[in-house]
């Protein structure tokens, strides 16, 4: 299934079925602005062991209507993701469980939950920005079955060529510090070692 045929799915789907869906009790009473413990559900956020974030301005296309609406909604309650973060196959189930969440919570949190219009852009924003999937053959070579098993544990398996060979270290650390922070069972520091020098292997293999 290519990324165009997912974006044009959801993108007529997601107005109708995660927005009726999901819509909260119309019924419902909010709490005066003033009365609502917005700040008690971030700081809950903060100390779940959540990454930290991307800062807006290093979000694709920082200044466009899909960046600025992805920031709005998803910095209510915790940092910011990177649209890398997950693949065009996994954003939907990610964001709708989200939207879920939001909309589940009590009346007296002040926690934007986005419409029907706003749904779409963010799900073509991050589709348009979404991990790069590996192949189906991984170049070979030592530490590929290291990556594998590793990386596997959170999200599919990046394209090695989606980062430069003078990136990967960097993002390897990140990863691993995010499996610290989420209680995910993490490499060793000789297992990041060998995923980086695979990925910095792989990420000049010819497609």
């Known amino acids: 299934m290519t990324r165009r045929f997912v974006r044009l799915t959801i993108g007529f789907g997601a107005a109708v079925l995660w927005a009726t869906a999901c819509q909260p009790p119309q019924s419902e009473e909010r709490a005066p602005a003033d009365q609502r413990p917005t700040s008690d559900l971030v700081a809950a956020s903060a100390m ?106 959170c999200h599919e398996l990046p394209d090695p060529r989606q980062h430069s060979e003078q990136d990967w270290a960097a993002v390897v650390i990140r990863m691993r510090q995010h499996m610290v922070q989420m209680l995910r069972q993490s490499p060793a520091q000789s297992e990041v070692q060998d995923i980086i020098l695979y990925l910095e292997r792989a990420s000049k293999a010819e497609s």
């Open 48 to 153: 779940v062991g959540l990454p930290a974030g991307t800062a807006p301005a290093d979000l694709p296309d920082p200044a466009s209507e899909g960046a600025l609406t992805f920031e709005k909604y998803c910095s209510a309650c915790h940092g910011i993701p990177s649209p890398s973060a997950h693949s065009a196959t996994d954003w939907p189930v990610v964001l709708r469980r989200m939207w879920l969440r939001t909309e589940g919570l009590p009346a007296g949190y002040t926690v934007p939950v986005p419409d029907a219009r706003e749904r779409v852009i963010i799900v073509n924003y991050v589709l348009d920005h979404a991990m790069q999937v590996a192949g189906t053959e991984l170049p070979a070579g030592p530490g590929r079955d290291l990556f594998t098993s590793t990386c596997n544990r």
